[in-house]
């Protein structure tokens, strides 16, 4: 067995649970370290879910989320996967295809078929890009997001046909405006059963009279252009799979796709409409994921492989550089304090308290998603922030803070000090680093107990809550 | 033991419509009792939306009568109410799995008492989640989160109880719905939620036997949530997860399946005729659209006509099922017949 070498493998591994995971557990580090950094990044691509809270306890308790219909059920249902898996790596993959193709319940309105789309997500969302767009193309979700059930033989709407290429899949100036028609009359026909009613429904925003219908994609050949199309310089009687195997041997389709990944897993990108002005910020990385991407037949979790393993990943520049967003700050922040048990109502408070930091989950502020980075931080919502993780981690009447303070005292031993009481609390918070001076100001605080060799358990709580208002607790 | 011939189960009508802010209709509706008269009382549990929470009065003709009850924690409200039944008196008793307690009220829906503590003591209860009148005026509890059934006096005094968790005979996984046979036997039966099952038991508690194992095929379940007999004997089991009604002969022999084929009632009518584009774009709505996937509750969420979450099943005076068909907001009434 491989084992780590040194102490910069167990930071690295760490900062790997940050980006691919919402940050390692105490648990989940301890389980890792046994293992070298390569065998992490196989364990998380490979890993496979075995402990989210099952769905029908949580429908039993919650029947709002059987039927999805509001999006505190939708988005609190996510919400307890994220928190309960013991694959991560998935639900941050789900994210970030979330925030690529940002679709909304604000304009949908059922939360069931947002749950078809994370379903769809979470199926094809680390396989074969071509598949996943194939997929996304069919997605109900996506085609009355994007308004495809409009887009006709007779009369195009290239709403779609205009996302795929610019949004989706290759960028600004990678196309040219007859190549968005063409698209548009490839996806001709590809639409929802009922299409009348259930676009209706959704623009009255009506339960009436039996409740949501939950979409299903129809093909309707009589509706589709089977006339010929010339598409990035390809002619023949395209339909949208043909268009999507165009796409997808298009270079510059792996360079975005790259980018993107580049983007949320390594380091902020400039906002995506400024990329076809401005090369990449690490065209070397780009490269390295889009071989890998050609390699592999359009794998994505090859290219995410090549990312993990890449010096741009590892390099010690990018940890701790990026803002954690909102949702990841909740979730990473409620995972440590020993997760959720069984159903509860604190879910509806947690997803929530995303949207008050400024992330409200299947609802981006626009097709083009969030824009992520220093964005997620201003005066309002760094004071939720603190709050928010303080009280999570402050909560002593919560047996999974009861159980980290006294993994912390057990490390500790009998008899502590200030200054290894920081050190095995930050280690029980994910292996968080911080700067000299915070650390002081930490060491400080322990100090100041009323008998700091021995520290209660209000001490060590209120140590993690002044932890996770520091400034290194707000980046990942 | 009654032997019967082969039944079936006829679709007979559709009652209610979706109404989340109260009124005539039903949110989200989890628990109905019918009356001796055949007023149905059903109990809406309407999580997200809490003006919904209420108990609406119909029949099966059509005819709404009031509502009462609302959201809240001070006396006759109610936050997350499980079942509802109705005492020899008629007075109707209210379980709240999320308050742990009982509410009694008069036939017309005044407050009158409360009772319960949560608990695991004998008398204490934790989720009660299924509520039962035996023939000689005693209240049975499903106390889910115990894994028992506490037998009680109207006005929560405790008398003794039976059950307790595990899969063994006797034992339970979070049971749900009960009812009991109204023969002099009075036997006891009971939705054994987690365990995929209905167990039987003397009127005492004594176990009787036990039918079902987990799966989609007929006679399994998945997750039962209610079980009701019919005055022949006849069992009917709410097959919550599989999204369907089964139906047993008192020994346990396969009769059928319903998967619900609900039609447009009156009040979903007088809705359509109201708005008259919703009429109009429906008017080319099929509502048994051909699925691609094999998931029960997904199949019923595309299909408006399925039963989607049946989670309580009543026999009223005429021997008629009625099904509370919660996600869809509605009743669906079926008939039994001797083929």
């Known amino acids: 067995m491989t084992t780590i070498e040194s102490r910069t493998d167990e930071l690295l591994i760490a900062h790997l649970l940050r980006r691919a995971g919402f940050g390692g557990t105490a648990t989940e580090l301890r389980d890792y370290s046994n293992l070298s950094y390569e065998d992490v990044v196989d364990k998380l691509l490979n890993a496979v879910d075995s402990t989210s809270i099952p769905q029908d306890v949580i429908r039993r308790y919650h029947i709002d989320q059987s039927d999805l219909r509001t999006r505190g059920s939708s988005s609190g249902n996510w919400l307890y996967q994220m928190v309960t898996t013991d694959a991560p790596f998935i639900e941050k993959v789900n994210l970030f295809w979330h925030r690529v193709f940002a679709t909304g319940q604000t304009k949908l309105i059922q939360g069931k078929a947002m749950e078809t789309h994370l379903a769809m997500l979470r199926k094809f969302g680390l396989g074969k890009f071509d598949d996943l767009l194939l997929n996304l193309s069919k997605d109900p979700a996506m085609i009355l997001w994007l308004d495809n059930q409009d887009n006709h033989k007779a009369s195009i709407n290239e709403n779609y046909g205009r996302e795929i290429l610019e949004l989706f899949a290759m960028g600004v100036g990678n196309y040219t405006e007859e190549d968005v028609k063409e698209c548009s009359r490839a996806f001709t026909g590809w639409t929802v059963e009922n299409t009348d009613y259930m676009a209706l429904k959704m623009r009255n925003n009506t339960m009436r009279p039996y409740g949501y219908v939950n979409w299903q994609f129809k093909f309707d050949p009589d509706d589709h252009d089977n006339g010929e199309k010339t598409f990035l310089g390809e002619t023949g009687n395209f339909n949208g799979d043909d268009i999507i195997a165009i796409i997808c041997k298009n270079p510059a389709t792996a360079g975005f796709i790259a980018r993107h990944l580049y983007h949320y897993f390594v380091a902020d990108e400039l906002p995506v409409p400024q990329w076809p002005h401005f090369p990449p910020i690490n065209p070397e990385a780009i490269q390295v994921m889009s071989d890998a991407y050609f390699d592999s037949g359009y794998s994505i979790k090859a290219m995410l492989r090549a990312l993990f393993l890449s010096d741009s990943f590892k390099s010690k520049t990018a940890w701790n550089a990026r803002v954690k967003s909102p949702i990841e700050l909740v979730v990473g922040t409620v995972r440590l304090a020993g997760g959720y048990d069984g159903p509860s109502s604190d879910v509806y408070n947690h997803i929530a308290a995303s949207g008050y930091m400024g992330q409200d989950i299947y609802a981006p502020p626009s097709v083009e998603g969030w824009m992520g980075g220093a964005d997620w931080i201003s005066t309002g919502s760094m004071v939720m922030r603190v709050n928010f993780a303080g009280e999570i981690v402050g909560n002593l009447d919560n047996k999974g803070v009861r159980d980290l303070i006294s993994t912390i005292k057990s490390e500790t031993g009998n008899v502590t000090t200030p200054e290894s009481l920081v050190r095995t609390s930050l280690a029980n918070l994910g292996n968080l680093q911080v700067s000299d001076e915070t650390r002081e100001g930490l060491v400080q605080f322990a100090s100041s107990a009323e008998d700091s060799a021995h520290p209660s358990d209000q001490d060590v709580a209120s140590l993690l809550q002044l932890i996770v208002a520091t400034r290194e607790y707000q980046f990942v | ?339």
């Not at chain 2, 009508?13 to 055949?38: E, M, N, Q, Y």
């Not at chain 2, 405790?158 to 059950?163: A, R």
């Open chain 2, 1 to 339: 033991m009654i032997t019967q011939t082969k039944s079936k189960l006829n679709y007979v009508d559709t009652v209610g419509f979706g109404a989340d802010v109260g009124g005539r209709g039903f949110h989200i509706p989890v628990d109905l009792s019918i009356r001796p008269d055949g007023r149905i009382y059903a109990v809406n549990r309407s999580p997200m939306h809490r003006l919904g929470i209420r108990v609406g009065i119909c029949d099966v003709n059509h005819g709404w009568y009031h509502e009462f009850g609302s959201d809240g924690t001070d006396d006759g409200q109610f936050v997350g109410p499980t079942a509802i039944t109705h005492g020899p008196d008629n007075r109707v008793y209210i379980a709240d799995e999320e308050l742990n307690r009982i509410t009694v009220y008069t036939p017309d829906g005044e407050f009158i008492s409360k009772w319960g503590e949560q608990g695991s003591d004998p008398g204490q209860i934790n989720g009660p989640a299924g509520l039962k009148f035996t023939s000689n005026g005693d209240l049975l509890v499903v106390d889910h989160l115990n894994n028992r059934i506490q037998r009680m006096t109207p006005d929560g005094k405790y008398i003794s109880h039976f059950g307790s968790e595990g899969t063994g005979e006797g034992e339970f996984n979070l049971p749900w719905g009960i009812d009991t046979d109204s023969d002099p036997s009075g036997n006891i039966y009971i939705a054994d939620w987690r365990n995929d099952r209905i167990q039987r038991f003397t009127s005492n508690g004594k176990f009787i036997d036990m039918y079902g194992s987990s799966g989609r095929e007929e006679g399994k379940f998945d997750r039962p949530s209610d079980v009701a007999v019919d005055q022949d004997g006849f069992i009917y089991v709410a097959d919550w997860g599989n999204q369907r009604v089964q139906m047993f002969d008192s020994n346990w022999n396969f009769q059928q399946s319903v998967r619900g084929e609900a039609t447009v009632s009156p009040w979903a009518q007088e809705y359509l005729d109201a708005n008259a584009d919703e009429a109009e774009a429906r008017s080319r709505f099929n509502p048994f659209i051909e699925v691609d996937t094999d998931d029960p509750h997904e199949i019923s969420s595309r299909v408006e006509s399925y039963l989607w979450d049946p989670t309580a099943i009543e026999i009223d005076p005429e021997g008629r099922l009625i099904i509370t068909d919660s996600l869809r907001h509605r009743l669906q009434v079926y008939q039994r017949s001797n083929e």
